[in-house]
């Protein structure tokens, strides 16, 4: 079963503003990963956040964790159309897998 | 390679028939992860090596799935008498460690084979 769920399971946005996406999940963690998948690729790593971080930057992305409830959000500023993909949050709930949300689809309109 | 890297990308067969995905993984790295993910979907976690061993197997679906691991590398994952609703992404990834020997490891993903079973 899943771990993680996504919401909005889509947004679609003008290029130039920003993109938020949350994450809520069910059990204590040591860490939550974000990823981004294009269309018909693999997934890529962005960031990871761990448990005891409250929010986390790199470059135009920016995380946060709120363990109280359960849930993470990502932000895309100054979003661009290489920006367009599915974004997925990733937790490690046990001692060896991640356990992905149903991601969230992302369209950035030029 | 430099990523880690997949065959083949798209595998189009006939129901009843058995498959073989192949998966090889970034040089030096000692756990290996499959997972399916079907259309517009997240990803189901199936099996996970570390180094040759798969210490749980319990992701995947049926009996008709193994997967093996051979040198600490490529990885073969076998599907016999494919059924329908096996058809998905079948995607790889590789981590330099286990995530229970160091919990800040990204995953490192192949771009996939895509399975069609007619």
């Known amino acids: 079963s899943q771990q993680g769920e996504e919401d909005p399971q889509a947004l679609s946005i003008q290029e130039g503003e920003n993109a938020t996406m949350n994450c809520s999940y069910k059990t204590s963690i040591n860490n939550l990963q974000w990823y981004r998948q294009n269309s018909g690729r693999g997934l890529v790593h962005l960031i990871l956040i761990r448990s005891n971080e409250r929010e986390k930057h790199s470059g135009r992305l920016r995380v946060t964790l709120d363990t109280s409830k359960k849930s993470s959000s990502l932000l895309i500023t100054a979003s661009r159309a290489a920006d367009t993909a599915s974004y997925f949050c990733?937790?490690?709930?046990?001692?060896?897998?991640?356990?992905f949300g149903a991601g969230t689809t992302v369209t950035v309109r030029a | 390679g430099a990523g880690v890297s997949q065959s083949p990308s798209n595998k189009v067969t006939e129901k009843g028939k058995d498959v073989e995905l192949r998966c090889d993984p970034i040089?030096?790295?000692?756990?290996l992860y499959w997972y399916r993910q079907s259309l517009g979907q997240g990803l189901e976690f199936l099996i996970y090596f570390q180094g040759n061993s798969a210490p749980d197997k319990s992701g995947l679906p049926s009996d008709r799935f193994s997967a093996e691991r051979t040198g600490g590398s490529v990885s073969t994952l076998t599907i016999q008498r494919t059924q329908q609703e096996d058809s998905a992404v079948y995607l790889c990834?590789?981590?330099?460690?286990?995530?229970?020997?160091?919990?800040?490891?990204?995953?490192?993903f192949g771009d996939g084979t895509r399975l069609s079973i007619l």
């Open positions: 990733a937790t490690d709930a046990n001692d060896y897998k991640l356990s």
């Open positions: 040089s030096g790295h000692t756990a």
């Open positions: 990834a590789s981590s330099l460690e286990a995530i229970r020997i160091l919990s800040n490891q990204p995953q490192h």
